[in-house]
């Protein structure tokens, strides 16, 4: 049996933490920053809400973190809460933040002076994926540790990889979300320009999704998203923002010219400013048929 520690009830943990409630393999103690979410899940799935998030690390062998972004557990794991210290040498930290890498080492090397491992595990496939339990999860750090998280990523994962050293899973996960943002944006542009010339964006996507210029953004998003106009909230556009921020920094940090990735950072951070904090990430999509004046049809 392990001891689990879920901090961070948010549109991902929410449905990780319940995937591992049920667990036969797991002990889950769960912590949110506001009380009430953790409380209402603590009641739903019958496990144990911390009072504290000290207080849900002390006895865990693995302490999971999802929270938006790595200065979010950096706080918390030095601040007045406590929680490095009362973390148990020995045990590890799965921090499920897609997060920068340059945190992650630092983080790192705090924990390991007490004997705590790190390792950073964003992970891909939204709301749906973990909910069904499919995410996959992107992993840096110590490969034995890896190999001991595998049997609680079991219930929440259909793919866990090891990158290499801490803060390669945030740096591979940043670079996906550079890649899915380019994606809407620029199928975003193909559709806007279609319409206009008056063909029809389900004719269009029909033909995209049998050729090359297919991607998740148009086999998946725009069909169900855009093209109904539904637009779910799953995952802000505040957050990808972030993530394409961390892979423009990252690409310029390693003196790697990245004109795509620059430019798809500025637009996304002009979509986060316009749409505000609460806005999907898909709903960018708005804002590239207002530049072009024509809704996609
Ligand atoms: P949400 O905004 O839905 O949830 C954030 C969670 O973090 C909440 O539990 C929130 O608590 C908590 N939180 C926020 N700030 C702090 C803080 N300073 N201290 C303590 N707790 C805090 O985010 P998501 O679940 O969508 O995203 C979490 C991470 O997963 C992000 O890094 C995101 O990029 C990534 N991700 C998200 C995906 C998605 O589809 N949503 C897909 C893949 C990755 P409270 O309830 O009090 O607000």
New binding site residues.
Partial sequence: MLNVAY????????PMAARLAPAGNVRLTVW???TG?AAAFAAKHAVEQASS?AEAVRDADIVIT????SA?VA??LDGTDGVAAAMRPGSILLD????DPATSRAMAETLGARRITYLDA??????A??ESGRLTVMIGGDIDAFERVQPVLAHCAAKVVHCGAVGSGAAV?AMN?ALLAIHIWSTGEALVALSKAGISSAVALDVINASSGRSNASMNLFPERVLTRAFPR???VA??D??VRIAADLAEQLDVVTPMIQLASQLFDSAHQLLGEEADHVEAVKLVEQIGAQEIM
């Fill in positions: 901090l961070g009830l948010g549109a991902i943990g929410r949110n920053r506001t979410r998030a999802c929270f938006p972004v979010d706080t918390l499920c933040t897609s997060g964003p992970v891909s496939g939204g709301v994926g973990a996960k979300n799953t995952f802000r957050l990808l972030k993530d």
